[in-house]
């Protein structure tokens, strides 16, 4: 986090005699993190249909495997304008109001973290359904079995295993 201050003890640039950067401020902030624990399965399961099938099968111990490391860098800038109203009676104190104007951007690099993973193939985006010999016999049974190969797909590449993409917010918070 860095701030300027204001009046004297403002140390930034100056444009045309004004301090452009009192009660302005950035904060950048990083957070890593190792990858959580998953219990991998031996045997691949039909994750995308309404009702999986398949006998889960450990592999290794509970817990054992491990997802990726995760990482990700949040930014804020923003700015507070100060001012006074005028006081109508002598000796009452004038009141000093702030409007802080900032710009947030959260997942700065646009980082695509893995969240969760299928416990089969390990992979955010891949049951292993499709390519096993369990799925032969379903995927023939269709009506059309390209469509259903192609719906097996979208439905297993779940945008939920993954971290939210960069997000951009703009806002003024009014301090009375």
Known sequence: DFRYGSGKDYN????????????????????????????RQGKVRNEALITPTGTLVLVGSING???????????????TFTFAT???TEGK?????????YLTVQNLLNTK????VYNYTGNAND????GSPDASTTILAQ??????????????NN??????????RLGVVFNF
Do not use: C, H, M
């Not at 049951?127 to 499709?130: E, S």
């Open 12 to 39: 930034g640039p100056k444009l045309w005699g004004k301090d452009i950067f009192a009660n302005a401020g950035i904060n950048l902030t990083a957070r890593a993190r190792s990858g959580e624990p998953y219990t």
């Open 65 to 79: 495997s491990r997802l990726p490391w995760n990482y990700k860098f949040d930014l804020r800038v923003d700015k």
């Open 86 to 88: 005028k006081s109508k």
């Open 93 to 101: 104190a004038k009141k000093v109001y702030g409007i802080n104007a």
């Open 113 to 116: 973290n893995i969240q969760a």
């Open 127 to 130: 049951d292993g359904y499709l």
């Open 143 to 156: 009506t059309s079995p390209q469509a259903f190969i192609d719906q097996y797909q979208i439905k297993v």
């Open 159 to 168: 945008p939920d295993n993954y971290s939210l993409p960069r997000r951009i």
